[in-house]
């Protein structure tokens, strides 16, 4: 039985980056390295599954990236949080801990 294949599902020294691999599936790279990359991938089965997860990496447009909008109820609540510490000072309270220990011997 051999076992060896699944220790060697992993990135080697010799694998070209994801960024590589990226620019390869969107054909951004000169016909040489096309050719050393295609070579890797007919030897490698790390890179070869690879290829086809980069497939679904979109790369972000511009003005894509800007947060979701928070729910108005909750962007209430935080900014009347936040406005009423940053102008009124929450007056510290002092500590009232009693300690109800009582100590029964029977
Ligand atoms: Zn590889």
Do not use: W
Not at 94 to 106: A, D, N, P, Q, Y
Request: hydrophobic share 40%.
């Amino acid at each position: 039985m051999k076992t060896s294949s699944v220790d060697s599902f992993t990135k080697t020294i010799a694998c070209p980056s994801s960024n590589l691999l990226l620019s390869f599936h969107l054909q951004g790279l000169s016909p040489e390295i096309m050719t050393l990359v295609r070579h890797h991938l007919a030897a490698c089965d790390f890179c070869c599954a690879e290829v086809p997860l980069l497939a679904h990496y979109q790369r972000p447009l511009k003005g894509e990236c800007k947060p979701p909008d928070i729910p108005i109820n909750l962007r209430i609540l935080a900014e009347s949080l936040l406005g009423k510490s940053a102008v009124r000072k929450v007056p510290k309270r002092k500590k009232s801990v009693k300690f109800g220990l009582s100590i029964t011997g029977s």
